[in-house]
């Protein structure tokens, strides 16, 4: 008699081992761009002062917070220093960063009268 095992196989971690060194390396990156916040105002000359800075900012590590797998949090936290290094050595110019407030997606219209003009462009 034959019994079925459910398939499952062993995948290496990308930097971290658990759940908590990644929640540590994912603190750290945040910590980083929350110091480097006023230099990018003063660098880039943004029209944002430091606190909406600070709250786009939560609101990018909130929108994952839920978040629970090692590998995509690791993933996450990767592009974040990359893109922490592309605003520190200024590679990034000042419409890369205000894009982060200016979402380009336009929202679908949801009654009849703007689905049917959508619709004719």
């Known amino acids: ?6 398939a499952t196989r ?8 658990d759940f908590c060194e990644a929640r540590r390396r994912a603190l750290g990156l945040y910590r980083a761009f929350y110091r480097y916040i006023p230099y990018i105002i003063k660098h880039h000359d943004i ?3 430091e606190e909406d800075c600070r709250w786009k900012l939560r609101e990018y590590f909130y929108k994952h917070a839920c978040i629970t797998d090692i590998r995509i949090i690791d993933l996450l936290v990767i592009k974040g220093y990359i893109e ?13 960063i205000i894009r982060h407030w200016n979402p380009s997606i336009e929202p679908k ?7 049917f003009l959508a619709g004719m462009d």
Do not use: I, Y
């Open 47 to 49: 029209q944002k002062n």
């Open 10 to 17: 062993a995948v290496k971690p990308l930097m971290s081992t």
């Open 84 to 96: 922490l290094k592309e605003v520190t050595h200024q590679w990034q110019q000042k419409g890369h």
């Open 109 to 115: 219209p949801c009654d009849f009268l703007g689905k």
């Open 1 to 6: 008699m034959t019994t079925k095992r459910a």
